[in-house]
C-alpha cells in the first residue's frame, strides 16, 4: 500500500518528496501514521513484515524507515541489522518496547532514533524531520575520522 498525499497548493511540481517507509504489523498505528506523515508532504510505503518490507524496498528505496521491534516473523532488530547492511537510509525504532535494554540495542544496531509506543504524530513528525536533517548534513556519518574510510 502507498499513500500518497497531495503537495500543499496543489501545485502538481516537480519537487521530489521525502519517502518513508513505515514498517508496523498493527494496522491502526501503521495506517494513522502513514496518514499523517502523508498530510505533511511526505511520500508513504507501508509494509505489516519483515517480507513486505523488503518487498517495498525492491521498488523504491527510502530515505527513512519507521521500524518496529515486535514484528511477526523477523524482529525488527534483525530488519535494522540487514537494513544497515544494504541500504543508506535514515531509520526510527517505534515500539512498545520501552526497556533500556531494547533501545541500546536498537541504537547499536544502526537506528538513529527511538520512539516508544504509545506515541504522538507531532512528535514523530519532528524526529523524522530532526533525523533527516542529520542524515542529509552528514554523509560520512559512517567514515573514520578525517572523512576517510578505512
Request: net charge negative.
Amino acid at each position: 500500500m502507498r499513500i500518497i498525499a497531495p503537495s500543499p497548493g496543489g501545485g502538481g511540481g516537480m519537487a521530489q518528496r521525502t519517502r518513508v517507509l513505515i514498517v508496523e504489523d498493527d494496522p491502526d498505528v501503521r495506517n494513522a501514521t502513514a496518514e499523517y506523515l502523508a498530510s505533511h508532504d511526505f511520500e508513504v510505503d507501508v509494509a505489516d513484515c519483515g517480507e513486505a518490507m523488503r518487498a517495498a524496498l525492491e521498488k523504491n528505496v527510502p530515505q527513512l524507515v519507521l521500524l518496529d521491534l515486535k514484528l511477526p516473523g523477523e524482529d525488527g532488530l534483525s530488519l535494522a541489522r540487514s537494513l544497515r547492511e544494504r541500504h543508506d537510509v535514515a531509520i526510527i525504532m517505534v515500539t512498545a518496547a520501552d526497556g533500556v535494554v531494547d533501545r541500546v540495542v536498537g541504537l547499536e544496531l544502526g537506528a538513529d532514533d527511538y520512539v516508544a509506543k504509545p506515541f504522538d504524530l507531532r512528535e514523530l513528525l519532528a524526529r523524522v524531520k530532526s533525523v533527516l536533517r542529520r542524515a542529509r548534513r552528514d554523509p560520512l556519518a559512517g567514515a573514520a575520522p578525517g572523512g576517510r574510510t578505512v
